[in-house]
């Protein structure tokens, strides 16, 4: 035996080295780290060091704001020499106050600033058709080897160089790694390995979604204008011109993302080397840079590199326990932004690790964001490449990217875009987004969307008369057998429902946070069928799959790709399903939460009386392959009672105006039932998971809740990480927001101090940078009796 160890991280790049480093702060030292051959010899080495805390997210901006001020404290040789990124169109300039706004919230100085001040900070670059830039003070960049060295100092024998993973296998309540040198037994691997992750993964028996893609930057000769300066260059990012810039030593460095880089197929031993240059494919983008920068065009180079490194569909690393493996973590595909993310990646993998979960929302990082479809060549490398060539883009709210699609196309897709539909992608699904009369598609603006007034008519139709939603992307699962119930009622903190009923139910971390936000309708009284959303389809059910008991005695199946589910919603819908059914669907032989098996227009589907919009409605659970013979049938019987299409987009706006939550967005594991309002789906007379957190918190009281505001705005609605004011001061920020079509606000659901959550509160919010008028209302705002819901 080569080593004993708690655990075993497999791969010596900054990622792995940091992991190691937060796993002994937070007093884990059993650990021990294989290398295939020398510390950074992957993709490390090679990085630019480039450390950056602009960011669209909330919570990746706090894990990058970690990792900078964590690296002041090593001796990693940080230069705090600030970043400057120009705005070129009002888009830009539009997108940069959204981001400083946010970055306040959590002390991150960026400073919208004009080009004169732009060209002080940076006085190579040409500021002609520069309307605005972003200042970030504490930017500035690292050198790769060091900081690694700094993580890796003191773990001495821990570390086995040169000792490559041949295989694993979980056996005895351990895995053992075997390598060369002999094998190494430990609790918990984490797959560290950078571009080789999906190879380590396979050894394990998963299939990891990360495509290694060349990217160049190139270095020049000593540059006169440099020489001359007093102080160090900030680092200069030209989104428009898709490059960065930053000064190496008397010279310059340039990276650009160009279009059209090139995936590298992984080689065995390929440590400490490069790939050969391809100058021809980085040609407008360097001259780009040599108009911003006339000193770049007359520089000469003095070298160039050309190196692999690891991309995930969208950009963004994988972390966290992989499904279906047991004690199996991953930490890798961090593209080129491995350096910056890795100090706060590494404290989130080591909180994983220790503690069950990470100190902060993660689930941007959550290797269980993707399905077995991203594992496809023929979506991985298309949308990895995408993200390479957009790396500078606006991320618009609500975008969606075409490259790698379609993966998942049910029966009704063909005959929804016939009808107009303009189709998004959840999960590896298309789904209706809005539909189109016009023949108009999206386009995207940091204001309303083009498809704003379309969206308003389906909302308006929906609560008028009725809607029809193809929802065929909800996760579905099957839970049954002698111990289904005990099972199930230990996980959901709601009291599950008799034969044919339905609960809502949020399951609960032993510390209280929401971890799933679900229904449970049960279907017999040792059988149950579990839904939930598109997008936490593996999340969900690898939930379920740890806390199966061990005697065989529950049925776990996922059924998503099985069967189709239609959404009949607004004060028409019963009128319509009645014309298709010999059953009596009234409202007292069909109650609001309640299930029934009918056949509709010949189609045996499971009806569940349930409604993500606040009226009258039916989902239709039933064989995927029937799916477009039953809307077809449900287009005819519904003409006369003026039924529409209507998207997903329409169906967000209706359940704002409802205050329904939406996990991922207004629920995650940060927050408890408690302090989301939902403490009336609690049984705390039952014994759950996270109901001695819970008591304590009912106890206390909660210090922050979920509030809903209306926002005065113009022609722009909060989305998602917008400040929310008291006197100007922070004091929480939007989760979730857009604007209500029928109650005609824009609309904010955001955690708030309990003294400032109550209606008739007077706040700001900030909407592009600007704060505008907001009040605390009532939730829910639209028919807050539920008497159309009930009806």
Not at 176 to 201: E, F, M, N
Request: glycine share 10%; hydrophobic share 40%.
């Amino acid at each position: 035996m080569l080593a004993d160890a708690r655990v075993a991280i497999v791969g010596g790049g900054v990622a792995g080295c940091s992991l190691l480093y937060h796993l002994g702060r937070l007093g884990w030292e059993d650990v021990v780290l294989l290398e295939e051959d020398e510390l950074t010899s992957g993709s490390t080495w090679h990085a630019a060091g480039l450390c950056t805390q602009f960011n669209p997210s909330y919570n990746i901006t706090g894990l990058l704001r970690y990792s900078v001020e964590l690296y002041k404290t090593l001796d990693a040789g940080y230069h705090e020499c600030g970043s400057v990124r120009l705005a070129t169109t009002q888009d830009r300039v539009d997108e940069f106050r959204h981001r400083a706004a946010t970055a306040e919230l959590l002390d991150v100085p960026v400073e919208v600033v004009g080009p004169g001040r732009a060209a002080e900070l940076h006085p190579l670059i040409e500021v002609g058709d520069v309307l605005a830039a972003a200042y970030l003070p504490t930017d500035g960049h690292v050198d790769p080897s060091s900081l690694t060295r700094a993580f890796a100092a003191g773990a001495g024998e821990r570390i086995l160089r040169h000792t490559p993973v041949t295989a694993l296998e979980h056996r005895g309540g351990a895995w053992t790694l075997t390598t060369p040198k002999g094998d190494v037994r430990a609790g918990i691997v984490v797959d560290a390995a950078g571009q080789w992750a999906p190879k380590v993964g396979r050894l394990a028996g998963v299939d990891l979604p990360i495509a290694a893609l060349e990217h160049h930057y190139l270095v020049t000769d000593a540059v006169p204008e440099v020489t001359a300066l007093a102080q160090e260059l900030p680092v200069l990012r030209d989104p428009d011109g898709s490059y960065y810039v930053r000064q190496e030593g008397a010279g310059l460095l340039v990276g650009p993302f160009e279009r059209g880089t090139k995936r590298w197929d992984v080689q065995d031993g390929f440590h400490g080397r490069l790939l050969t240059p391809d100058l021809e494919r980085l040609e407008r983008v360097l001259t780009d840079a040599a108009e911003r920068m006339p000193a770049f065009g007359r520089a000469g180079i003095k070298s160039v590199v050309n190196g692999p490194d690891g991309y995930t569909p969208d950009g963004r690393c994988l972390m966290g326990p992989v499904p279906g493996l047991r004690d199996f973590h991953v930490l890798a595909g961090f593209s080129i932004f491995g350096i910056v993310f890795a100090g706060g990646a590494g404290r989130y993998a080591a909180e994983w690790i220790v503690d069950g979960r990470p100190s902060d929302n993660m689930w941007e990082l959550d290797v269980r964001r993707f399905g077995e479809y991203a594992r496809s060549a023929s979506f991985l490398v298309p949308r990895a490449i995408d993200v390479y060539a957009r790396e500078y883009a606006i991320h618009y709210p609500e975008e969606e990217r075409d490259a790698g699609r379609p993966v998942k196309q049910d029966a009704l897709h063909d005959l929804l875009v016939e009808r107009g539909a303009v189709m998004g992608f959840r999960f590896g699904w298309e789904r209706p987004l809005w539909f189109s009369r016009t023949g108009a598609r999206d386009e995207y603006s940091m204001r309303r969307g083009n498809w704003h007034d379309a969206v308003g008519a389906e909302c308006r139709a929906v609560r008028s008369a009725v809607g029809v939603l193809d929802q065929t992307s909800f996760a579905k699962y099957h839970v049954s057998g002698p111990g289904a119930e005990a099972y199930l009622d230990r996980l959901c903190a709601n009291r599950l429902p008799q034969a044919g009923r339905i609960a809502l139910t949020q399951m609960c971390r032993p510390g209280g946070g929401i971890e799933c936000d679900l229904t449970v309708t049960r279907l017999e009284p040792d059988r149950f069928y579990v839904v939930s959303a598109a997008a936490t389809q593996l999340h969900d059910y690898a939930w379920l799959e740890w806390h199966l008991p061990g005697d065989g005695s529950v049925e776990l199946r996922d059924d998503t790709d099985r069967l189709g589910v239609l959404t009949l919603a607004g004060p028409g819908s019963r009128e319509l399903l009645q014309g298709l059914v010999d059953d009596d669907v009234s409202r007292e032989a069909f109650p609001f939460f309640r299930a029934r098996q009918l056949d509709v227009a010949g189609v045996p589907t499971l009806t569940l009386r349930v409604s993500y919009v606040g009226e009258l409605g039916f989902e239709l659970h039933h064989p995927v392959e029937r799916g477009r013979e039953l809307y077809e049938r449900l287009l005819e019987a519904g003409e006369p009672l003026g039924l529409v299409d209507f998207g997903y987009r329409a169906l967000d706006s209706l359940r704002l105006e409802k205050a329904y939550r939406l996990w991922g967005a207004d629920l995650s594991a940060d927050w408890t039932p408690l302090e989301a309002g939902l403490e009336r789906f609690v049984a705390f007379d039952k014994d759950f998971v996270g109901r001695e957190a819970l008591l304590r918190q009912r106890d206390e009281g909660v210090r922050r809740t979920l509030a809903c505001l209306t926002v005065e705005t113009g022609d722009a609605d909060p989305h998602g990480n917008e400040p929310v004011r008291a006197d100007g001061t922070p004091i929480g920020y939007v989760a979730a927001g857009g604007y209500g079509h029928v109650v005609e606000e824009s609309i904010a659901l955001a955690y708030l101090p309990v003294e400032q959550a109550g209606p008739g509160t007077r706040l700001t919010v900030d909407i592009l940078g600007e704060p505008r008028p907001a009040v605390v209302v009532p939730q829910p705002i639209y028919d807050p009796e539920n008497l159309r819901l009930l009806s």
